[in-house]
């Protein structure tokens, strides 16, 4: 089944504790991205990837790194989270030339205490 | 600043009758412009789009329409149906010049729809 997963779904964790949100595609997409949504803000990204070892910064990237070392897997990672962290993520990935017609995963629940 | 406002939060209608969804944009460089559903406890899923060259796109029981000058685009659906209830996200982007895949969310619309 072709998908993007997620892991973990949910996480509380403390302030200044790292922690990685792992995201895996089997469809063999170049493209992906982490977004987060906020109550009355939508969903905006933070970073993305166009390919293997290509990563760009998204509308709020402070806080968070990325890295594409292989072309199914796009961690984000919290090297220090802190409270305004707390949100809901996805990570989405998409066929080349078609990077607007995004497939997301489940969502990770993260709250930081 | 939202370059993409959904201004009603929510909206319910009557099951079989026609539910529209609206959607401000701000900024007149966007030439692409998606709907997104949500259902609880799962990503958003990819809808219906529309390029600005376009000013409709019909998929089944879902059209979008696209009025460049007012800046707005509309999700209608017809006939509404339970299963239709959800989060409804629009999303814009530039995709001519630089397509970085860049989607800019609304802050969506939930939709209810009462059998």
């Known amino acids: 089944e072709a998908q993007v997963t997620q892991n973990p779904r949910y996480l509380i964790t403390v302030t200044g504790k790292k922690l990685t949100v792992t995201c895996s595609q089997n469809?063999?997409?170049?493209?992906m991205s982490w977004y987060r949504q906020d109550p009355g803000l939508g969903l905006r990204q933070i970073y993305y990837?166009?390919?293997?070892?290509?990563?760009d910064k998204g509308d709020v990237p402070e806080g968070y790194k990325v890295s594409r070392k292989e072309k199914r897997n796009f961690p984000l990672i919290l090297e220090s989270p802190s409270p305004n962290q707390t949100s809901l993520y996805f990570c989405?990935?998409?066929?080349?030339?078609?990077?607007?017609?995004?497939?997301f995963g489940p969502g990770t629940r993260l709250t930081v205490l | 600043d939202q370059q993409v406002k959904q201004n009603s939060p929510s909206l319910s209608v009557q099951e079989g009758r026609i539910s529209i969804l609206n959607c401000d944009y701000t900024?007149?460089?966007?030439?692409?412009f998606l709907w997104y559903k949500k259902y609880p406890a799962e990503g958003p899923t990819f809808l219906i789009s529309?390029?600005?060259?376009?000013d409709k796109n019909e998929d089944g029981r879902f059209t979008v329409f696209l009025n460049k000058s007012a800046k707005h685009l509309s999700l209608h659906i017809v006939p509404s149906q339970p299963g239709d209830s959800a989060v409804y996200f629009c999303?814009?982007?530039?995709?001519?010049?630089?397509?970085?895949?860049?989607?800019?969310f609304g802050q969506g619309t939930t939709l209810q729809v009462k059998p």
């Open positions: 989405a990935s998409s066929r080349p030339g078609s990077y607007n017609e995004q497939f």
């Open positions: 469809m063999n997409h170049e493209y």
């Open positions: 990837s166009m390919n293997v070892e290509v990563t």
């Open positions: 900024n007149s460089m966007f030439d692409y």
């Open positions: 529309i390029s600005s060259i376009k």
């Open positions: 999303a814009a982007t530039n995709f001519g010049s630089s397509n970085t895949g860049k989607l800019i």
